[in-house]
Structures are given as C-alpha cells and as structure tokens.
C-alpha cells in the first residue's frame, strides 16, 4: 500500500518571520538529501517551510509501502543523510522541539488532473490540520467530515482538499489516539481565516464535537525544493 511519509524537522538555527531564508549551504544539503529520497523511493519528495515558525521543515513525499520507507532508515543512504544533515537539523526524539516522522495511510499526491483541481501543495499557503480524535469517535468522525467536507472544498477551490490517518499512532494517557491530518490550499493565512467568518463555517465546524484538539500550521513551498 502506498503510504505518505510526513516528518516535521525543526532547525538548529532559529528563523523568523522578518528573517526567514533559509541558508543557501542548508538548501544544497536538503536538495542533496531530495535526490537520494526520491532515487529511494522512486516518487517525488517536497520540503516546506512554516509560516508561523520558519525554523520548521516539513518533509513530504510517497513509499510503496511503509516496510520499504523502514529498509530505507535502516540504509548507508540513510545514514549519510542523518550525517549531512546533524548540525542544522535537530535530531533528538525528546523535547517541545524535536525530529518527528511518521506515516499516512493515503497518497495525498493524487490528482484528478480532468476536474481542474490543483495539487493543494501547490498554493501559496497550505493549512496542515491535524485533528486528535478519540479512537471511539473516528466512525462518527469520518461520517461528520464526509458531510461537510464539500463546505471547504468549495471554499478552497481550485486546490484539493487531502487528508489521512495517522499510520504509527500516539499513546496517550495508557491509550492509542486516532489522528486524521487534513491538507487545504489557500491564497494566504488571512484567506484561511476567513473562512471562519463565513456562514458555511457554522456547519463545518460541527466536526470539533469528534475531536480532542487541534493543531493547524501553515506551510509554504521552498524554491528549489518543491
């Protein structure tokens, strides 16, 4: 099964919203690390930036399945990779500010290139939405989002609306948690926003009876790395 590879890489040399360009030296290493993950995997691999916190890289891209993505962490490759990238990526597990990986269980590349939709990866500002939701909850979840989904789609149009679960779940408190990350394009973070004023937001928000929380970060494409 195809699955989505998502990891959250959180820089050793801070950046901020005034300052955010990335080192020219760190763009040469990550474009490095793109071609052996894509020679890799044999699918297209893209790295973003956070918009709140610009120290934050995001790492996206596709394996045939997540036993292959595993062979691979296990590689030489690999392990360069790790050694290229350890003084300006923060490589401990622990922490506020730490390396995270995990997997989607869905492709979030597919497209259906004949409706007109565009890659929600593509717009200049993409929501990454995770939602924490009970594991009791996820049917009545996925049945509320199915409803509503169409209210955001509408909004967010021509950019597709992507989302997945969350392979390799958390524990927490003594018990696993179900977490759906949900993908939108917008013209800008204010344009997000926005759409909480709408009238269509009083009937999509009813999503946040199924969820314990959220967490929304805005990510832009890096030139050169996309």
Known sequence: ?????FAILPLNHPLTKDNSTLP???????????????SSARYPFHY????EDPSTIYLIGKWGS???HEEFLSSAENQALLDLLKDDITMSVD???KMTMWHLDTDVFVLNISSGEKSVFTAPAISCNRHFVPAEKKEAFVKKFQEIRGLLEAYTKPFKVIGGWRIEKEVVEGKEREEWALFSGFESVDHHFAFAK???FTKYKEIISFVDGFEVRHLT???GLS
């Open 95 to 97: 922490g506020d500010r």
């Open 66 to 68: 997540v036993a292959e």
């Open 221 to 223: 494409s890096i030139k």
């Open 1 to 5: 099964m195809t699955v989505t590879e």
């Open 48 to 51: 973003f930036q956070q918009i």
């Open 24 to 38: 020219e030296p760190l763009i040469e290493k990550l474009q490095t690390a793109k071609k052996v993950l894509e």
């Open 198 to 200: 709408t009238e269509e």
